[in-house]
């Protein structure tokens, strides 16, 4: 967006989310300006973001539909103080009761988030190693195997594999 947004402000994409022309987030409000270039937007990411599948059809059509711009100062407020943060106990597994200082906190990611990373590899510059010898593979090689590995897989990363979180699709986008 080439428009600044003002802090209490934002832009949407969906004008059926306003009550009397604002947004309300959490316990906040905001003034809302409705704008139609926003679902486009939003039908690029998710294009770039989401699989093009049966299963993930609900959420790329929400994000293709109801995308919500904030400043970046209200986005940032949100991402340190609104994010799911709960208190645990570790239990010790011989005794079944609480270990003395087991209290511990863990933070976790709205289940809709879309995150980005980059995905690099570069290719050897140590003259003793020679592309194609002792399974060395050039840049371009270890990306496409990472892609294969990766590329709209369901993976778990971090959080608690008992409970379904830390589970995340992967995308690889270069070149799509």
Not at 14 to 33: C, M, P, Q, R, V
Not at 69 to 79: G, I, Y
Not at 86 to 112: K, S
Request: charged fraction near 25%; charge should be negative; include cysteine.
């Amino acid at each position: 967006m080439e428009q600044p947004i003002a802090e209490g402000s934002c832009l949407v994409a969906n004008k059926d989310l306003l009550t009397n022309g604002k947004l309300h987030l959490e316990a906040y409000e905001y003034a809302a300006a409705p704008v139609e270039a926003l679902q486009a937007l939003g039908k690029q990411l998710a294009d770039a973001a989401i699989p093009d599948k049966p299963e993930f059809r609900f959420f790329r059509q929400k994000l293709e539909r109801d995308l919500v711009v904030l400043s970046d100062t209200d986005f940032a407020f949100f991402a340190e103080h609104a994010m799911l943060v709960e208190p645990h106990v570790r239990i010790n597994d011989e005794t079944g009761a609480a270990d003395p200082g087991g209290l511990f906190y863990t933070e976790n990611l709205p289940p809709e988030s879309i995150l980005i990373a980059p995905l690099m590899a570069s290719q050897v510059r140590n003259p003793k190693k020679k592309r194609g010898e002792n399974g060395w593979m050039d840049a371009a090689a270890v990306i496409a195997k990472i892609r294969t590995a990766i590329d709209e897989k369901l993976l778990q990363v971090g959080g608690d594999a008992t409970t379904g979180r830390g589970l995340l699709v992967a995308r690889v986008v270069n070149g799509r």
